[in-house]
Each structure stands twice: as C-alpha cells, then as structure tokens.
C-alpha cells in the first residue's frame, strides 16, 4: 500500500466499547448503508494500518 493512495478523511478517539466511528462521506464515496453494510478488516503489519473494506456480498 503506498501513501499516496490515500485520501484522508478524519480523525476519530476510539470509543470505551471499541468502536470507530466513521465520517459521512464514507456513504457516498464507498456506497454503503448505514446498519446494512459489513466491512471486512484487515492489518497491515509492514504499514501499522488497518484497512476498511466493504465486503462485496453485502446482504
């Protein structure tokens, strides 16, 4: 993953209860539903990143 494949977004405390919550262009720009869509999570250990991606089944 190179850095200039990044787009910034926001950034955000991670919750007591271990959530992330995530900005509102993410609904536009990866076309997700709010308490439809799953997103699958990976680490990137070369990096120290983790990667969002919606899974492509979403049901």
Avoid: A, C, H
């Avoid at 609904?27 to 990976?42: A, C, D, P, W």
Wanted: proline share 3%.
């Amino acid at each position: 993953m190179k850095e200039d494949n990044l787009i910034y977004l926001d950034t955000y405390v991670l919750q007591q209860d271990m959530r992330i919550r995530l900005p509102k262009n993410v609904l536009v720009n990866l076309n997700v539903e709010k308490g439809i869509s799953r997103f699958q999570i990976y680490f990137d250990k070369i990096n120290n990143s983790l990667i969002l991606k919606p899974e492509k089944n979403n049901q």
